[in-house]
């Protein structure tokens, strides 16, 4: 069983940076892949980025590539993503996610694959 509890968000300006954070329990985090998805009202979650883990496999969505950077620390149970260039478009709720295996999809395909859920957290981008 692993828990998951998202940090990190707020609002920031159009061109700002946040770092979501995403505190892991359970003595088995070390072995999940882990991801980040998020839902912008009306639409469905899609897929951000994910790590292996061991973090040598990264994947990000196109939308989000050379903006934002996944990692995580086994050692304190925590997987981050750093948002940097933010837009107003990136205004969602942002997920964490764990499975037992490394997904990855364009949209919103592979939300049914990963097995735990953070509650999320709320990032909002002001033009």
């Known amino acids: 069983q692993v828990q998951l509890v998202e940090s990190g968000g707020g609002l920031v300006q159009a061109g700002g940076s946040l770092r979501l954070s995403c505190a892991a329990s359970?003595?088995?985090?070390?072995?999940?892949?882990m991801g980040w998805f998020r839902q912008a009202p009306g639409k469905e979650r899609d897929f951000v980025a994910a790590?292996?883990?061991?973090?040598?496999?990264?994947y990000y969505a196109d939308s989000v590539k050379g903006r934002f950077t996944i990692s995580r620390d086994n050692a304190k149970n925590t997987v981050y993503l750093q948002m940097n260039s933010l837009k107003p478009e990136d205004t969602a709720v942002y997920y964490c996610?764990?499975?037992?295996?490394?997904?990855?999809?364009?949209?919103?395909?592979?939300?049914?694959?990963?097995?735990?859920w953070g509650q999320g957290t709320q990032v909002t981008v002001s033009s």
């Open positions: 359970g003595r088995t985090f070390s072995s999940y892949g």
């Open positions: 996610a764990a499975a037992e295996d490394l997904y990855y999809c364009s949209g919103y395909g592979c939300s049914d694959l990963y097995d735990y």
């Open positions: 790590i292996s883990w061991s973090g040598s496999r990264l």
